[in-house]
């Protein structure tokens, strides 16, 4: 059994986790953090390559984004490519895709006209592609599977060679590697320790992990996902929010089947991402298709039912819950959606249905081209904001004042996973009488 003290204990080795574990040892004068990680390798879940779309999401080709959120992402999305130059990982992690947002028919090519426009100035390289120049670019996107073009108009808002691909379990590992060449500091990393319990003493709090080692610290981040939120209702934190997991599923192709990613407008009623094509970095860059939207009562994917118990405390259920889940339901577009990714899991009925739908954007999609993708998935915790008694769409932090935070972050939360380290570490610095080197952190990671 360990008993150890440092100044910041993270928990959560994913790419959250990871990233402020990098950015505490190179940009802080703290003397000792420790990284708390409940399974025998980092970013095995939703931070590994098979947990997510591997996107660098700078909201140019998210239709979902306002512009102000357009503007905040952007900025974090940079710090992923700056990082990543600056350490040479270019087409080692992180490559160089065409992609482009989708508009299809006469009401979807108008929006994504007028969004150009909106947004040009933001993202200066955006060019629009008609039906013709598709053909050259991305030329599944118009014909079908006997050649003969889709009757109906389409249009792209996209760029054709910028850095927006990025295996992030990679890119975790680098992260926590490059910490610990770092000199003078106790960067300690501990796997297999699941934490379990943590409580404040006096200044101090105190974690206790399932193995029962114990360990201290002048301040904790909790980067766990939805056991973020677990672990704040066991300390009394975060009452106001219930979480609800939406798994992700995928289907891949056997071949380069688009040239980038492609993504199609999304509904502003669905609180999830559209289908959408991208290139996998796993599979030699052949087209994963996805992901699907599939309510679960776990914390985690492929790890049966042991979250089981974990989710229903972290749902929080009471009569506020139950209504933000009834207006959901009530709503006909969300509950057919809900519905029909139901049956994208169920075996036969899944690739017919996800293949009609996936038809719309890849008309010579064929039955044959696709298969269910095994084992690639993950979960995000979607918040439930009992006060407002709505979905809150992005991500969510309880900071009680008291030196700890929980991070929930889906999606964009990987995008993001150094543009909030920079505020956690500002906060750990601030709490802990401790400098931030914020012209270092700026010059290295931030584009003006």
């Known amino acids: 059994m360990t008993e150890k003290h440092y100044d910041v204990v993270i928990v959560g080795g994913g790419i959250s986790g990871s990233a402020l574990f990098y950015t505490l040892a190179k940009y802080s004068d ?5 990284l708390l990680e409940k399974y025998d390798a980092l970013a095995t879940l939703s931070s590994s390559g098979r947990g997510n779309s591997q996107t660098i999401h700078t909201g140019d080709i998210e239709t979902n984004y306002t512009l102000a959120k357009a503007k905040h992402v952007k900025r974090a999305a940079n710090m992923i490519r700056r990082y990543c130059l600056q350490h040479g990982y270019e087409n080692k992690f992180m490559f160089i895709h065409q992609k482009m947002a989708v508009g299809i028919g006469d009401k979807e090519v108008e929006y994504m006209k007028k969004r150009y426009e909106e947004f040009k100035e933001l993202f200066p390289y955006l060019e629009v592609y008609d039906k013709e120049k598709l053909k050259e670019v991305e030329p599944k996107l118009v014909f079908d599977e006997n050649g003969n073009e889709r009757p109906e108009d389409i249009v792209g808002v996209g760029v054709l060679d910028q850095y927006s691909t990025v295996n992030y379990g990679a890119m975790a590992q680098s992260l926590v590697d490059n910490a610990q060449k770092e000199k003078n500091k106790q960067l300690d990393i501990f796997f297999n320790s699941e934490v379990v319990s943590i409580k404040q003493l006096g200044k ?6 399932k193995s029962g080692d114990v ?10 996902g939805g056991h973020a939120l677990y672990l704040a209702h066991k300390m009394g934190y975060g009452k106001e929010f219930g979480c609800l997991p939406v798994a992700g599923s995928y289907y891949v ?3 380069h089947f688009l040239k980038g990613k492609v993504y199609m407008v999304q509904n502003p009623k669905l609180p999830f991402a559209a289908l959408h094509g991208d290139p996998d970095v ?3 860059m052949a087209t994963r298709f996805g992901p699907t939207a599939l309510v679960l009562p776990v914390l985690e994917r492929f790890h049966g039912l042991k979250s089981f118990p974990d989710f229903l405390k972290t749902l929080n259920l009471d009569f506020k819950i139950l209504k933000i889940l009834k207006d959901m339901f009530a709503d006909s577009d969300i509950r057919r959606y809900i519905f029909r990714n139901f049956f994208y899991e169920i075996p036969y009925f899944n690739k017919r249905i996800f293949l009609k739908d996936m038809k719309k954007l890849v008309p010579c999609l064929k039955l044959e081209d696709i298969e269910y993708a095994k084992g690639f998935g993950g979960v995000r915790p979607q918040v439930l904001n009992k006060p407002e008694r709505k979905l809150m769409l992005g991500e969510a932090s309880i900071n009680p004042g008291t030196g700890i935070i929980f991070n929930m972050t ?8 150094l543009g909030n380290a920079e505020r956690d570490a500002q906060l750990v610095c601030e709490h802990l009488g401790a400098k931030f080197n914020t012209k270092a952190f700026a010059d290295d990671l931030v584009d003006e």
């Open 30 to 34: 703290i003397k000792s953090v420790a």
């Open 204 to 209: 101090e709090h105190v974690l206790m992990t």
């Open 215 to 224: 360990f201290t610290a002048d301040f904790v981040v909790v980067d766990a």
């Open 253 to 255: 192709t056997k071949s």
């Open 282 to 284: 796993l599979l030699d």
């Open 410 to 417: 889906p999606s964009p939360g990987a995008t993001s996973c």
